[in-house]
C-alpha cells in the first residue's frame, strides 16, 4: 500500500535534514507518495502567506505530516493570520508556524521521547523517558496585550477538559509500551488555580488509571534531570514546562540534532525534530539529519510500518557508532549528505 504523507521542508536547515530523512524512508522500501506542505519563509515567497490553507488542507486529508523546522521572529507582531473567526468569536491568528498548525488541526499532544542512542555521546548511559506536552493552551494561547505603554501583560489558560485529554492520550501510550511511571510537572506552589488545575486533573487521572503518579514543581525538576535523569520514566507537563524541559532533556542525550518528536491529535498526526531552523549552520551540510530521521522512524511506526523503522532505526545506530562519519555537534567531522548516504547505503539490498 502507498502511504500519502505530507512533507513540509521548512526553513533554515529544514530543507537539508527533511531531505535526508525522505532518502532514508525510500531506502528502506516504503512505499510513500509524498505531498508537498509548503510553510515557512518559502511559503511566504510562493503564496503571499507563511502557512497557506492548503497545507493544512493537505494535513487535514491525509492525516499525517512530517514537519521540518518554521522560523518565527521573535517580538514585533508578527502572526500568522487566517481568515474567518472560530466558533467563539475570536480571531485565528497564531505566534508562529507551528502553533498554528497545532491548533488549526487540534495536535493536542507533543510526544518527545528522550533516550541514550548507541554511539551518541552524552554526560549519562541509561536514560530513557518520554515527554508529553499539552500542545493547545497555557501561555501558548498568546493572550498578550499592552496594559499601557509600558506594561505588558499574558493570560495563562488551564481547562480541566485540555489537561484531562493530554493525561489520558499519556496513559493509553503508558500502557501500549509498558511504562508505569509518571511525574507531573507543575508549578502549583505559585501558579495556585492554573496549574494546581493541571496537577489535580492529571493526578486523577492517572491513579484512577491504576499507574503511578508523582508530582514535581518545574525547577526542582531540571535540577533533578540534570542530576539523575536515568531514574524518570514519563512527563507530564503544560505547554510552557513543556517546550523548556524538552530542550533540557534533549541535552541529556547528545543535543538538539539528536532529539525527535510528534504530535498527535483525533485522527490526525504531525512528526516534527524539537529543534528550531538552526540559521547559524543552515546551508553548511554540517546539520545533525538524526532527529528528522528519528521523527520519521516516529512516523513509520506510527503508520504500521514498525519492520521499515526498525531497519532505519539500526542503520542509523551503526552509521552513529563512527565517529568519522557523524556531523560536528556530535563531536564528528562528518557532513549531513555523507551521514544520509551511509544511512542508506545499508539500508540498499546490495
Ligand atoms: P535552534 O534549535 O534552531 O538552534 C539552537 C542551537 O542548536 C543552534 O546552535 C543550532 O545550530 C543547534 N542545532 C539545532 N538543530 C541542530 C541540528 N539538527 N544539528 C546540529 N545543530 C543543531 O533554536 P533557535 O536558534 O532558538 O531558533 C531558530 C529558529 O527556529 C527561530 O526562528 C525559532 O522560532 C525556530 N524554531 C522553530 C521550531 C519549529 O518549527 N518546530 C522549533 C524551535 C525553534
Redesign the pocket.
Known sequence: MTLDIVLIP?????PE?MGGARQVVEAAGVAVRWVEGLA?AAAGKASGTALPEATIEAIRRHGVAL????????GGNYRIAFEGLRADGSARSYP???VALRKELDLFVNVRPVKNYPGIRSRYDNVDLVIFRENTEDLYLSLERMRDADTAEATKVITRGATRRVARFAIDYMRRTGRKRVAIVHKANILKLTDGMFLEVARGEVEGAGLEASQRVVDALCLDLVMNPEAFDCLLLPNLYGDIVS?LAAGLVG????APGANFGEGCAMF??????????AGRD???????ILSAVMMLRYLGEAEAASRIEAALAAVLADPRLV???LGGSGGTRGMVARIVERLTPS
Not at 521548512?10 to 529544514?14: C, K, S, V
Not at 543535543?255 to 539528536?258: A, K, N, W
Not at 554540517?286 to 528528522?292: E, F, G, K, L, S
Open positions: 521548512g526553513d533554515g536547515i529544514g535534514v515557512g514537519k521540518g523546522p518554521t522560523a518565527t521572529p521573535f508562529s508556524i507551528t530542550d543535543g538538539l540534532g539528536v516534527e525534530a524539537v529543534h528550531g531552523t538552526a540559521p547559524d549552520i554540517v546539520a545533525n539529519p538524526t532527529a528528522a556531523t560536528p555537534d
